[in-house]
């Protein structure tokens, strides 16, 4: 009986303990949280000259889930519109870009087949059923004399150019 009573104190100690734990855990949470709040808050007011107040909110969120990221991008932003001109100021040296006329498209059939390029020179068939005959009888060329497809492809235009 004896050892029930002492297991059953060790359950309860045990039990006692880990509500305390508990507790520090939720105080701990809290004070975690308001530090963030206060840290977003102080982020939030560092740059206050570059966040609209109607979008505090939303910046807000954005320190909150990646502080290291907003920060950048809010000091990117603050730089920008430092280096901007005010509103009315003209730039002195301002370049304005030369508007060129977009060059057109080419259609690649009528664009001229340059000096080196196999078949250069040489006039296109006009004839597609002619193109479709050479391609059949090479096939039947490499099919009977068993040749490579070019080899026959070379002797059926031979025959049907002829």
């Given at each position: 009986?004896?050892?029930?009573?002492?297991?059953?104190g060790?359950?309860?100690?045990?039990?006692?303990?880990?509500?305390?734990?508990?507790?520090?855990?939720?105080?701990?949470?809290?004070?975690?949280?308001?530090?963030?709040d206060?840290?977003?808050?102080?982020?939030?007011?560092?740059?206050?000259?570059?966040i609209p107040?109607?979008d505090?909110?939303?910046?807000?969120g954005q320190?909150?889930?990646?502080?290291?990221?907003?920060?950048e991008?809010?000091?990117?932003?603050?730089?920008?519109?430092?280096?901007?001109?005010?509103?009315g100021?003209v730039?002195e040296a301002?370049?304005?870009?030369?508007?060129?006329?977009?060059?057109?498209?080419h259609n690649?059939?009528?664009?001229?087949?340059?000096?080196?390029?196999?078949?250069?020179?040489?006039?296109?068939?006009a004839?597609?059923?002619?193109?479709?005959?050479?391609?059949?009888?090479?096939q039947?060329?490499?099919?009977?004399?068993?040749?490579?497809?070019?080899?026959?492809?070379?002797?059926a235009?031979r025959?049907?150019?002829?």
């Amino acid at each position: 009986m004896n050892g029930q009573q002492g297991v059953d104190g060790s359950v309860a100690a045990l039990e006692n303990e880990l509500a305390m734990e508990r507790a520090k855990n939720a105080v701990l949470l809290e004070k975690l949280l308001a530090y963030e709040d206060d840290l977003s808050e102080s982020r939030l007011e560092e740059f206050s000259d570059v966040i609209p107040n109607e979008d505090r909110d939303y910046w807000r969120g954005q320190f909150l889930e990646n502080s290291k990221a907003a920060s950048e991008f809010l000091g990117r932003l603050r730089n920008r519109m430092q280096a901007a001109p005010a509103a009315g100021e003209v730039p002195e040296a301002v370049a304005v870009p030369v508007k060129t006329a977009p060059r057109p498209l080419h259609n690649r059939a009528s664009a001229p087949m340059p000096k080196g390029a196999p078949g250069a020179g040489v006039a296109p068939s006009a004839d597609p059923d002619l193109a479709a005959r050479i391609r059949n009888r090479a096939q039947e060329i490499a099919n009977r004399d068993r040749v490579s497809f070019t080899a026959a492809f070379s002797r059926a235009e031979r025959e049907l150019r002829a």
